[in-house]
């Protein structure tokens, strides 16, 4: 079985990481692993799957995060990703949305670590490819010294390959799920400690990490570190993860091919009855700070989003970026 590098990935993040998103973010790292947005067990069985499932080979090294709580129906659900061509396959325990709780999966698994276990062998035994897991450190009341504990004993016990940990707990009762994402504290230290106490098997660490820089500096307690809002809300910033995660050589960023070849994508989408806004809602702050910033963005955020729009509209957005003042080839 070959493991994928995990050393810094881009989270999984609902309505946000689709395959427009992720072949944007491949542009700027030909490294990082990505993953898609969490899809329900039941809508891989059931639904439609190419839709739900499909995405471009450009995207590898490529994961796919499944929902649920049915481990008959991940196991199943797994061997159809793996059948697609992702490059893993990831439980989601760690989500505290209204629709999760509904579905007695993602966070509310932390409560059950028993069934996420038997999840995790069910989905092991039936794919070839790794099987890892995404979760809090606990959830309500739970105090996330044994919480965390357990559940990591169990799902390695049961084979899974690395374990992603967001620093926070989860209050499945009175906060909202963007609140869940800010107001519980991070507490960076408890997912160290579990990193200290398994030497041996791949801890990463998620959660309120704003830079490459401090990705870089959690490599110094665990295994792998994983970018969420920030690398979305500011994707320039995975421009610089190849070299200082992989070892590449600093070369100065090619803004212009970018846009090139996210214009050639858009036109293909277009092409199969798609729609510009499709691609270029994950771009918008892509030239954050940079004088030209705010025009780059109303284009996007109206001319790209016109019934009929062409890529032409997203190099015209480009154009009013001035690169002049930073190390950034602009043509």
């Known amino acids: 079985?070959?493991?994928?590098?995990?050393?810094?990935?881009?989270?999984?993040?609902?309505?946000?990481?689709?395959?427009?998103?992720?072949?944007?973010?491949?542009?700027?790292?030909?490294?990082?692993?990505?993953?898609?947005?969490?899809?329900?067990?039941?809508?891989?069985?059931?639904?439609?799957r190419e839709r739900l499932l499909g995405f471009d080979d450009a995207e590898h090294p490529v994961a796919l995060q499944l929902g649920g709580s049915d481990p008959q129906k991940l196991a199943e659900a797994a061997r159809i990703g793996e059948t697609f061509g992702y490059d893993e396959i990831n439980l989601n325990v760690g989500c505290p949305s209204d629709r999760v709780q509904s579905g007695t999966f993602g966070a509310?698994?932390?409560?059950?670590?028993?069934?996420v276990a038997d999840c995790v062998a069910?989905?092991?035994?039936?794919?070839?490819?790794?099987?890892?897991?995404?979760?809090?450190?606990?959830?309500?009341?739970q105090d996330p010294e044994p919480a965390l504990d357990g559940l990591a004993d169990g799902v390695f016990a049961a084979g899974a390959d690395a374990l992603w940990v967001h620093a926070r707990k989860a209050w499945l009762e009175g906060l909202s799920p963007k609140e869940n994402r800010e107001i519980p504290?991070?507490?960076?230290?408890?997912?160290?400690?579990?990193?200290?106490?398994?030497?041996?098997?791949?801890?990463?660490?998620n959660g309120g990490i704003q830079s490459v820089e401090e990705a870089l500096q959690h490599l110094d307690h665990v295994d792998g570190a994983m970018l969420g809002r920030a690398a979305y809300h500011t994707p320039g910033i995975l421009a610089g993860v190849d070299a200082a995660f992989y070892g590449d050589k600093p070369n100065v960023f090619?803004?212009?091919?970018?846009?090139?070849?996210?214009?050639?994508?858009?036109?293909?989408?277009?092409?199969?009855?798609?729609?510009l806004g499709h691609v270029t809602r994950h771009m918008v702050g892509s030239f954050h700070g940079l004088p030209g910033a705010r025009r780059y963005r109303q284009i996007l955020s109206t001319d790209a989003t016109r019934p009929g729009a062409g890529p032409?509209?997203?190099k015209v957005a480009f154009a009013a970026i001035d690169f002049s003042g930073t190390d950034a080839e602009a043509a």
């Open 1 to 48: 079985m070959k493991m994928v590098d995990h050393r810094l990935a881009v989270a999984p993040m609902m309505d946000w990481t689709d395959r427009h998103c992720r072949f944007f973010h491949r542009q700027l790292t030909r490294q990082a692993l990505l993953y898609t947005e969490m899809v329900v067990a039941d809508a891989v069985i059931q639904g439609a």
């Open 108 to 115: 509310c698994l932390m409560k059950a670590p028993v069934l």
């Open 122 to 141: 069910a989905m092991k035994a039936s794919v070839g490819i790794p099987v890892t897991v995404k979760c809090r450190i606990g959830v309500d009341e």
């Open 185 to 205: 504290p991070l507490d960076y230290s408890r997912v160290y400690r579990l990193k200290a106490r398994k030497p041996n098997k791949f801890i990463g660490i």
């Open 254 to 275: 090619d803004f212009a091919a970018l846009i090139d070849a996210m214009a050639d994508y858009a036109a293909r989408h277009i092409e199969r009855g798609g729609r």
């Open 312 to 314: 032409d509209v997203l």
